[in-house]
């Protein structure tokens, strides 16, 4: 019976729930999707931030790297914008005619005996149209995406030091002073400075309602280093 038992709890499962990255992993990435979302989001730092397009490529590297995502960069260093209208902009023109469906994926996620999330960076709407192209709607339990990691996320940032969340919501870009924009490239340029003092020096020029929501991804940054 001792024996029976231990042999049950070595077959037994040590996890009952899978989390599937969704772009460029459930999709190829010869769909292009990473490259006219690359190029979107490019368009949008241009045309609705009036970024300079001569720095986009420097910028974008650095947001990227130590943010996360060019979007929370952007927010981090002082941009404000509707997160709704970026999604619009940087997703809803994707040629998502380019996923096919894929019934040999379908079969294999069908026969998995867990249960099955999906994660992706951008919105609902992106993931319900890749999902749907694949032919995969109905597999996955849950989505986890923008709007479930940021449940209250709203357009403006609050001017009040004390409160963490963003408030405010507007249908309309904002126009942001290029005062008020932290100098990402000029900060990594001098060879003393670091993703460490990047911080330090965040918090001392805005809000720490800006800040608190990337904490965690710096900090595991510099715990690598």
Known sequence: ??????????????????????????YPYCSGIATACRINIEDYMVEKL????SIIPELGNLLYKNYGTTMAGLRAIGYDFDYDEYHSFVHGRLPYENIKPDPVLRSLLLNLPYRKIIFTNADKIHAAKALSRLGLEDIFEGIICFETLNPIHKNTVSDDED????????????????????????????PSNCIGNLLTTLYQKYSHAIILTHIQRISSQLQKK
């Not at 019976?1 to 459930?26: H, I, V, W």
């Not at 009036?50 to 397009?53: A, F, L, M, S, T």
């Not at 963003?166 to 990594?188: A, E």
């Open 163 to 190: 409160d963490i969340e963003f408030v405010g919501l507007s249908s309309t870009t904002t126009t942001t002073s290029s005062s008020q924009i932290f100098d990402i490239i000029g900060h990594f340029a001098t």
């Open 50 to 53: 009036g970024i300079d397009r």
């Open 1 to 26: 019976m001792e024996f029976d038992d231990r042999f049950m709890q070595a077959q037994r499962t040590k996890f009952d729930c899978l989390l599937f990255d969704l772009d460029d992993t459930l």
